[in-house]
C-alpha cells in the first residue's frame, strides 16, 4: 500500500528535478567563470541558495497534510536564510562568507539525512537522499577546516559541490517519478 508521503514525493518529484537542475548550472556557471570577483561570487551564490529554498519550500507546501514535511521547510529556510545575509551583507570577506558556507552546508546535509531516515519507511532505496546529505556536511566540514582557501578554490569546491549535489537530486526526482503511477493507483486502492 502506497503511503501519504510515497505519494506526495512521487507527485512533486518534479521539485526535486528543478532543485538539482539549478544546483547543476550553479556549478557549471561556476567553473566557466573560475576569475569571478568575491562579490560576483558571493550574489551567485546568493541567488543558488535562494532558488534552493524556494523550490524546497515550494515542495513542502504542496505536500497537503503529511506532517514529515518539516525537514523541508527547515531546508528551504536554511537557504532562504543564506540567500538573505548574502545579499544584505555582500561585502563580506572571503573567509566569513567560507564559515556561513560551511554552516549552511552541514546544517543542510543533517537536515536531509534525518529526512532519509525518515522516508526509509516509506520508500526502498532512499540512499540518493542520504548520500546528498552526507556530500553536504563533507562538503561543509572541509570549508570549515580550510576557511583560508584561495578563492580560485572556494569556487572550484563550491562547483563541484553543486554539480555533485544536484546530480543526486536529479537521480532521486526521477526515482520518486517511477512511482508517481503506482503510488497513485495504490493510494486510490486504498482510499475505495
Not at 523550490?55 to 497534510?65: M, V
Not at 506532517?67 to 529556510?77: D, E, N
Not at 584561495?150 to 563550491?158: R, T
Amino acid at each position: 500500500m502506497a503511503t501519504p508521503v510515497l505519494h506526495l514525493l512521487a507527485r512533486n518529484w518534479w521539485l526535486l528535478l528543478l532543485r538539482g537542475i539549478v544546483a547543476i548550472l550553479f556549478g557549471l556557471l561556476a567553473f566557466a567563470w573560475p576569475a569571478l570577483t568575491l562579490v560576483s561570487l558571493i550574489l551567485l551564490y546568493g541567488a543558488y541558495a535562494g532558488a534552493d529554498g524556494l523550490l524546497a519550500l515550494a515542495a513542502a507546501l504542496r505536500g497537503g497534510t503529511v506532517a514529515p514535511r518539516w525537514w523541508l521547510v527547515l531546508v528551504g529556510l536554511l537557504s532562504l536564510g543564506a540567500a538573505v545575509a548574502t545579499f544584505v551583507y555582500p561585502g563580506l570577506t572571503a573567509l566569513v562568507l567560507l564559515t556561513f558556507i560551511g554552516f549552511w552546508a552541514v546544517a543542510r546535509g543533517v537536515f536531509e539525512i534525518i529526512g532519509a531516515i525518515q522516508l526509509r519507511k516509506e520508500i526502498e532505496n532512499e540512499w540518493l537522499l542520504v548520500l546528498s546529505g552526507l556530500l553536504s556536511v563533507l562538503f561543509g566540514v572541509m570549508v570549515l577546516a580550510r576557511p583560508g582557501a584561495g578563492a580560485l578554490a572556494l569556487v572550484w569546491m563550491i562547483a563541484g559541490y553543486a554539480i555533485a549535489l544536484g546530480v543526486l537530486l536529479v537521480g532521486f526526482a526521477f526515482r520518486m517519478r517511477r512511482h508517481l503511477p503506482a503510488a497513485g493507483a495504490r493510494l486510490h486502492r486504498s482510499h475505495a
